[in-house]
């Protein structure tokens, strides 16, 4: 059973950090791009990154958000930098068969084939 399993998330404070890990298991993600999406409340989920054999960012988090992987322990990470109150969100682990981390950010969601079931992140100001 392939599992995609999200941890540290948390409340920060506005300016704060928060490193994201994302766990894959049941099944090697090494030909897959991987990426985060997020979801505020009352809004609908957002791309934020995605990393391939390169990396993409949503507009909102480029300069501030680093996405990162480790091939060996099927695991994917999102260093978050800068935090403002407006990142507040349930952060999304995603998996699919892209050729392209762009490709990922483009689809806005569609064609994911595997996502985890989201951890909070909550920035205070």
């Known amino acids: 059973q392939v599992q995609l399993i999200e941890s540290g998330g948390g409340l920060v404070q506005a300016g704060g950090s928060l490193r994201l890990s994302c766990a894959a298991s049941?099944?090697?993600?090494?030909?897959?791009?991987m990426g985060w999406f997020r979801q505020a409340p009352g809004k609908d989920r957002d791309f934020v990154a995605a990393?391939?054999?390169?990396?993409h960012y949503s507009d909102s988090v480029k300069g501030r958000f680093t996405i990162s992987r480790d091939n060996a322990k099927n695991t994917v990470y999102l260093q978050m930098n800068s935090l403002k109150p407006e990142d507040t969100a349930v952060y999304y682990c995603?998996?699919?068969?892209?050729?392209?981390?762009?490709?990922?950010?483009?689809?806005?969601?569609?064609?994911?084939?595997?996502w985890g079931k989201g951890t909070l992140v909550t920035v205070s100001s």
């Open positions: 995603a998996a699919a068969p892209f050729s392209s981390a762009q490709a990922m950010g483009v689809s806005r969601g569609s064609a994911i084939m595997y």
């Open positions: 049941g099944r090697t993600f090494v030909n897959y791009a």
């Open positions: 990393i391939s054999g390169s990396t």
